[in-house]
């Protein structure tokens, strides 16, 4: 990836996507100028903060680190809460929030979120109402947490889709990481909706 920038001369930061089929064989998507929302994986397993490093580049400052320094420890997770309706196939559902309960931080766990209970959620704009970010030493831990703290969360006003996430994190196809991009689209979410438990 650094000889494409180079090729190319991009300075700053980017991110180049990727898919893997079943033969473990990559193909180049897209690249990105920009971070994405999920950098914050990223953030938590090589301990460098995204945002002041693109800062840091783009004031044509030098960075405080080399690749070699940075070395990637544990398992992230990150779950994006959205103002959607999984039942009604991810429709939005904008709205008032009337009440929001965040769950309890704890270590390896860190919440971003600009959103609190007198919250609008505006149907013309992004409905992210929070980021769950976990970081654990096992993907096992890591997973448990997540749960936890998506059973955890509360919202009155809107619908979200942080019980459809803490139920696909619960799924045994997920856990045993047998799954590939279809999955959640051709069997987990017809099952998931035809559950009437929710």
Known sequence: MVKACQEIGYLNTGTFEFLMDEDQNFFFMEMNTRLQVEHTVTEEVSGVEMIKAQIKVAAGEELPFKQEDVKATGHALECRINAQNPAQNFAPSPGQIKKLTLPMGTLGVRIDTGITSDSFISPYYDSMIAKLIVHMD?????????????????????????????????????ENETFNNDYIEHSFFKRWVSDDTK
């Open 138 to 174: 096992t993907r096992e831990q890591t997973i448990n947490k997540m749960k936890r703290l998506l059973g955890e969360f509360e919202i009155e006003g809107v619908k979200s889709n942080h019980l459809f996430l803490r139920d696909l994190l619960s799924d045994e196809t997920v």
